[in-house]
């Protein structure tokens, strides 16, 4: 099971830490994604790190501004967003990757997904 939390309300400018942490049973992924899905808008990829805490890619949106990082001992992915924008208001899910494809940015390779924690960005 994956559960994000850290959501919150956070005005422009500011920053927030969301949290992914894996319990339960130990499937076979090899990375953990996070998304994010605005009202109206289809489902983005944001960032994405493998077991070993290698970053794989950031979405444009991250881009300089996010960062996801791993602690494996408390079987925990991060995300720190820094220089929040009211466009980056959505509901951020993390995501578990099984199957193996080009691109880590396809939601295509994950097949588990947390619940979303929601953050609003206000200007």
């Known amino acids: 099971q994956l559960q994000a939390s850290g959501g919150g309300l956070v005005q422009a400018g500011g920053s927030l830490r969301i949290s992914c942490a894996a319990s339960g049973h130990t499937f076979n992924h090899y990375a953990t994604g996070w998304f994010r899905q605005a009202p109206g808008k289809e489902r983005e990829f944001v960032a994405a790190i493998n077991l070993s805490g290698d970053v794989m890619g950031y979405g444009d949106s991250a881009q300089g501004r996010f960062t996801i990082h791993r602690d494996n001992f408390k079987n925990t992915v991060y995300l720190q967003m820094n220089s929040l924008k009211p466009e980056d208001t959505a509901v951020y899910y993390c995501?578990?990757?099984?199957?193996?494809?080009?691109?880590?940015?396809?939601?295509?390779?994950?097949?588990?997904w947390g619940q979303g924690t929601l953050v609003t960005v206000s200007s």
């Open positions: 995501a578990a990757a099984t199957r193996k494809g080009l691109e880590i940015s396809d939601d295509f390779l994950y097949t588990a």
